[in-house]
């Protein structure tokens, strides 16, 4: 990497606004991330994190404002290889849809690769190579439907980073993933930020138990309440929740207890995929 | 060519039924995943008005007599295929009446057209049900040009399809041209239903480009093996349904589609019985 692109950042939002209709969702957003960072962003239900999200990707065109991806405005940005998302409604496929666990995070590549070819050796290499980072590798030609759903989001991590991505962009991960996964995750994109200077954007309910892990943090809700590194945060913390889910809420850091629903465990192997 | 002209009427049904137990089932799989196999039955009735069209002016204007009918067909099928898309994106929450306006448009105007027309019971029995004896050399022609045209759009956009299919925004957010494939899908719908049509029929099209995926789902763990068992299925229906319809002197579709069904029948009773263990890759 040259010095030059080292310091355009990765993320560049000027003056930002979306609306679907009439209806304004995202007012005048301003922020950057820098390369190597960990950015926590966070809001209530509604605060148009993840319109945000899609508007970075691409996926939705703003009204207004400028959005830079690694230097370039999104309308020139065609290197869509350095950008892996997860989505937050990864999970809302057709449960019976015929692929294996191989075949979607196959599709991870599938853009880079280019029409009339398939996957060399070398891609499929990569493919293993990303379901082992995620701890699947024994469930590698299982269906993906009869998975649970914190190892379908396993899943969906490594079709993100097969491409092995600059800027991993996820949106509310976690839901419905229970607790020891969460922990494992969170280490992992600890691991990925730290050990491969992955940049991170992380949309989550749940910074309290991010604290840790993350750099940055912005709080949205229609517009940016907040944006600045984590210590920064730390000092204004209370003000600042109040501010954005009215005033009883407190914080609670390290409850992982939220989105306890699916009792799936992490080693609760069913013993079919060997 | 020498060698096609050489071929018997059963030589180039099978030639022909060759071709159709390849690409349907190819396409049939990603239908099947994106939950659209019912688009096949809306334009096998538009290239059904197409071919009607073809019929009419054939014998009204005597110097374009020399007009294939299949060209029509295939020139109605992909304008139907374009104007569902519309459809679709004009009824966003309510997707699926493209088929129902589509289709019924394409028989209310074959209706009119064959009544205005002098063809016999026979020929149009023939286009409804599929016909081996029919299937001309111009025919085969038609069905090899548009088979190999449908394959090498297949091999193109394989890969893209699939993640599409499974995923639309990530497939966007990776870099794949998501209208654009879409497009090409919807051409390649329109020629695979073309080119069936004369050796299937135009009332039993859907159900080759329907049966042997039906049949591999079943019993199939990727979506690689969906397509690899729905090709044998397909062949197999193929073949087995013209060398019956031959030797019972029987509609060739008819005996394709009763193969076919057959097969579906026997996956499900594999599948009953557990004959296929969970682990197949
Ligand atoms: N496709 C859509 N069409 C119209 N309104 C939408 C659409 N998606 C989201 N919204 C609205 O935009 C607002 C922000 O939604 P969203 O970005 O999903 O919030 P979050 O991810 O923070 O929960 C909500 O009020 C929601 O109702
Ligand atoms: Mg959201």
Redesign the pocket.
């Known amino acids: 990497m040259t010095k030059e692109s080292q310091a355009q950042p990765a993320l560049e939002i000027k003056n930002l606004s979306f609306s679907?209709g009439k209806?304004n969702?995202l007012e005048d957003i301003h922020f950057t991330v820098p390369q190597g960072s960990f950015l926590g962003l966070m809001?209530p239900?509604?605060?148009?994190?993840?319109?945000l999200i899609k508007c970075i990707l691409g996926l939705l065109t703003p009204k207004e404002g400028s959005i830079k991806l690694f230097g370039k405005p999104i309308h020139q940005f065609h290197d869509w290889n350095k950008i892996g998302f997860v989505s937050?409604k990864a999970n809302s496929f057709n449960s019976g849809f015929p692929a294996t666990v191989f075949e979607v995070v196959s599709m991870g590549l599938y853009g880079k690769v280019g029409l009339f070819r398939f996957l060399t050796k070398k891609h499929k290499l990569q493919v293993r190579e990303a379901i082992k980072q995620v701890g699947m590798e024994d469930f590698i030609h299982q269906n993906i439907g009869q998975l649970s759903g914190g190892q379908q989001q396993r899943v969906f991590i490594a079709r993100a980073l097969v491409s092995e991505p600059e800027l991993l962009i996820l949106d509310e991960p976690t839901v419905g993933v229970d607790a020891k996964s969460v922990q494992n995750f969170y280490n992992m994109l600890k691991r990925l930020n730290k050990e491969r200077g992955m940049t991170l954007i992380l949309v989550t309910h749940d910074i309290g138990a991010m604290t840790e892990y993350i750099t940055d943090v912005a709080c949205l809700n229609k517009c940016l309440h907040f944006h600045g590194n984590k210590e920064e945060f730390e000092l204004q913390q209370e003000d600042m929740m109040s501010s954005l889910y009215g005033h009883d809420v407190r914080v609670i850091t390290h409850n992982h207890d939220h989105h306890d629903h699916d009792h799936t465990h992490d080693h609760d192997h069913d013993g079919s995929g060997h | 060519m020498e060698i096609l002209q050489q071929l018997t009427f059963i030589e180039r049904g099978i030639v022909a039924g060759l071709i159709i137990g390849l690409i349907c089932p190819l396409l049939g799989a990603f239908l099947l995943v994106r939950r659209i196999t019912i688009i096949t039955e809306a334009l096998s009735h538009i290239t059904l008005t197409g071919i009607t069209a073809g019929v009419f002016i054939s014998q009204t204007m005597t110097w374009l007599a020399f007009i294939n009918p299949l060209y029509t067909g295939l020139i109605f099928s992909l304008v139907g295929s374009i104007l569902i898309e519309k459809l679709r994106h004009a009824y966003k929450s309510f997707q699926e009446l493209a088929v129902p306006i589509i289709l019924s448009s394409g028989i209310g105007l074959s209706a009119i057209l064959i009544g205005l027309s002098s063809g016999s019971t026979v020929e149009w029995y023939s286009y409804l049900f599929g016909s081996l004896v029919t299937v001309s050399l111009s025919d085969l022609y038609f069905t090899m040009a548009t088979g190999f045209i449908a394959f090498i759009i297949i091999f193109a956009f394989y890969k893209e399809w699939l993640s599409i299919s499974f995923d639309q925004e990530f497939a966007k957010t990776s870099g794949i041209k998501v209208n654009r494939l879409n497009f090409f899908f919807s051409l390649l719908i329109a020629l695979v239903i073309s080119m069936s049509m004369k050796v299937v029929g135009i009332l039993l099209v859907g159900a080759m480009v329907t049966l042997p995926v039906a049949a591999s789902i079943q019993i199939a763990k990727s979506f690689r093996q969906v397509v690899i068992l729905g090709i044998i299925f397909g062949e197999v229906a193929m073949i087995a349904g013209i060398l019956f319809s031959y030797y019972f002197n029987i509609a060739t579709g008819g005996m394709v589609v009763v193969t076919g069904v057959v097969i579906l029948l026997l996956t499900s009773l594999i599948k009953r019985l557990g004959l296929v263990s969970s682990t197949v890759a």
């Open positions: 679907y209806q969702v809001g239900n509604g605060s148009g994190k993840s319109t937050q």
